[in-house]
């Protein structure tokens, strides 16, 4: 007898396919936790939104009470304009804490991500007359496009939104005077490497400034050129428009070594 034929292998159940908010609860919560990688957090204070797809402007936000480090995908809680709850969450949110996001996000359709922070470098920076100064290259790529906001006490009130909404203009970062820093990104990941860098200038600044010696400054035209470069606004021999989509890409590799549980 001719052997019995093989039977075709059943095919796996197809996954189900991923929703644009699956995505980018893990965006969010990847670059909380790159936030506190390094050492950009206030404890459970300070906040990173990102605008949802879709006609009802919901965002996503941390988990009122969590450390960043804690935060994951799920975790994330969805939030209306207002800063109240739109689904059910085991976790409270700080209403009062979105005032600043939910003022940006309302007047600029670009500001998908929005990330405050209180770090020591920002902060210190934030409360020196000249601000941030071109000492460095890091530094370069925000010259000229730095918006500053008078302190006008806890961001409690909301009639200081417009207010803040016009001093930010069309600016993608933000010195809070003797507060802290933010900045704003089509993605999350593209409001994070902002930050990192704003951060980072800061840091460069405060130390070269306990040096004590005389501080060098390029000529103001050197500082506007070199922010064209690094904004992709200069003609130059050379060009690197992959820059942060590698950047992006390692950060993710490094969170999966350092920090895998927070895509659950």
């Known amino acids: ?136 290259q890091m530094s370069m790529e925000f010259y000229g496009r730095l918006a500053y906001h008078d302190y006008e006490g806890q961001a409690l009130n909301l009639a200081e939104q417009q207010r803040l909404v016009t001093d930010l203009g069309e600016h993608h970062a933000l010195v809070l005077r003797n507060h802290g820093l933010l900045t704003i990104g089509e993605t999350a990941a593209r409001a994070f490497l902002r930050m990192y860098y704003l951060d980072k200038a800061c840091e460069i600044q405060v130390t070269a400034q306990a040096g004590g010696a005389a501080l060098v400054l390029p000529p103001e035209e050197v500082c506007a050129y070199t922010s064209r470069q690094m904004n992709g606004e200069a003609d130059s021999d050379l060009a690197d428009d992959q820059a942060n989509d590698l950047a992006w890409a390692a950060l993710l590799r490094l969170l999966d070594r350092v920090a895998p549980g927070y895509q659950d």
Do not use: W
Not at 41 to 64: A, E, K, Q, V
Not at 70 to 80: G, H, P
């Open 1 to 136: 007898m001719p052997p019995a034929p093989v039977p075709a292998p059943v095919p796996a159940p197809a996954s189900p396919p991923e929703t644009d908010e699956q995505a980018l609860r893990r965006e969010l919560a990847a670059v909380y936790r790159l936030v506190a990688h390094f050492r950009m957090t206030d404890l459970i204070y300070t906040h990173i939104s990102l605008r949802l797809p879709g006609p009802d402007h919901h965002f996503l936000i941390n988990p009122y009470g969590l450390m960043f480090e804690e935060i994951t995908a799920s975790s994330l809680v969805k939030i209306d304009l207002d800063g109240n709850a739109v689904e059910p969450s085991p976790y409270p949110v700080n209403p009062a804490g979105f005032v600043i996001h939910s003022a940006i996000h309302r007047a600029r359709e670009d500001a998908r991500c929005v990330l405050h922070t209180h770090t020591k470098a920002g902060c210190a920076v934030a409360a020196q007359e000249g601000g941030l100064l071109p000492l460095n």
